[in-house]
């Protein structure tokens, strides 16, 4: 009976060992695909900025480390095409921030934490609110300079269900996203094929917020289309590098530092690679607007608002620069029509639209006053 027992013991103890180890080994791989930094990387936008005391980085401290490997290592057991995904350009560097509000953000290639390492908090889902975030913020660096979220395929599923959305919302008499999270009231959402309230703030957040709560909500099942979607060109998508994102960010970069014409041939070349390639013909249209160059700023303009949706987070911006650069050109009228409908898109800037509208409307009362068009 003894020798039975000593055996039993030993099978439970080896059945045991090896759950562990096999829990030890769930998630493992992802330290490939990340990195902690307590520094900037140098000659990046992030870099620029930093110089400018626009944001700031401190050192992870062991603790906040080790919390968030936690959270890497469950997100990449599930989910580890995203990190593949995510650093198709190199390894993402993990960034600790202050002072900025307590956000934590993906952006620049980089994740950038602040508020996950708070109690073991549950948000609005009952999802742990670290790992949430974390997989809504891999999502947006997945998603290099947005190009998945602006490409035509994506924009045909996500545009009808934001608006069908942001309709049922004001029927519901949920004034806006903050009363229609409060409300808890999913099904709502869940019976467009929408997997959150906060996926109509922007198609960008669409995008995460698909990812995010079909990984970790199992009671949300987007729709077939936008499901086949998600794995192919977001979970299951090959990984490669894009040329023309490293060509752009570093394009951006020179012009951050003023350095016009190596922004100016960075940014033609990531153009030459990607043509549409929407944020690389803003960032050119700039740096063409700081050189005086109107006419092909404008065309640059062109180009990337027809590759913007309404929903797109930046949708004023084109628009704003574009009624800017019209307006110093003498074309009044068409400049303040991309003026109001940039302060319909951003209503919250209306006060920086409404100086330069006012200043382009005495402007044109002049030049009608002196007998001009």
């Known amino acids: 009976m003894r020798k039975y027992l000593i055996v039993l013991a030993w099978l439970l103890f080896s059945v045991s060992g090896f759950a562990a180890a096999a829990e030890g080994a769930e998630g493992a791989g992802w330290q490939k695909y990340v ?45 580890p095409g995203l990190f593949r995904l995510g650093a198709a350009q190199g390894p993402i560097p993990l960034y600790r921030i202050e002072g900025l509000g307590g956000s934590s953000f993906g952006g620049h290639g980089a994740m950038w934490f602040n508020d996950v390492f708070a109690a073991n908090t549950r948000n609005y889902l009952g999802v742990a609110s670290s790992l949430y975030t974390l997989t809504h913020e891999l999502t947006h660096v997945a998603d290099a300079e947005h190009k998945i979220v602006r490409s035509a395929a994506f924009r045909s599923l996500a545009e009808p269900r934001i608006a069908a959305l942001k309709a049922a919302m004001h029927e519901a ?4 996203l903050a009363s229609a999270m409060a409300s808890k009231r999913h099904d709502i959402a869940y019976k467009l094929g929408m ?18 709560v079909s990984i970790h909500h199992p009671a ?31 394009g951006k970069a020179a012009r951050l530092k003023g350095n016009k014409e190596e922004a100016l041939a960075l940014l033609t070349t990531a153009l030459e690679t990607d043509p549409e390639f929407t944020e690389a013909l803003i960032e050119r249209a700039l740096v063409y607007m700081s050189q005086g160059q109107l006419e092909k ?26 009624g800017t650069v019209l307006g110093q050109s ?3 009228d068409r400049a303040l029509e991309d003026l109001a409908e940039a302060r319909r898109l951003a209503p919250q800037r209306a006060d920086q639209f409404n100086r330069l509208i006012q200043q382009f409307e005495t402007f044109r009362t002049m030049m009608k006053g002196r007998g001009g068009g």
């Open 330 to 332: 003498g074309q009044f």
């Open 173 to 176: 008499g949920l004034a806006d």
């Open 220 to 250: 949300f099942q987007p729709p077939s289309d936008m499901a086949d979607f998600l794995q192919s060109r977001v979970l299951d998508a090959v990984a490669t590098s894009d040329a023309s994102v490293a060509l752009y960010r570093s």
């Open 195 to 212: 997997p959150s309230f906060y996926a109509a703030a922007t198609i960008q957040e669409a995008l995460a917020e698909y990812v995010a």
């Open 297 to 322: 700023s404008i065309e640059d303009l062109d180009a990337a608002i027809e590759h913007m949706s309404d929903y797109d987070w930046q949708a004023w911006l084109p628009r704003f620069k574009r």
């Open 35 to 79: 990195e902690f930094r307590d520094t900037i990387r140098p000659d990046t936008v992030p870099a620029v900025l930093a110089e400018q005391k626009k944001i700031a980085v401190k050192p992870w401290k062991a603790s906040e480390k080790d919390k968030l490997a936690r959270d890497i290592a469950l997100l990449f057991a599930r989910a």
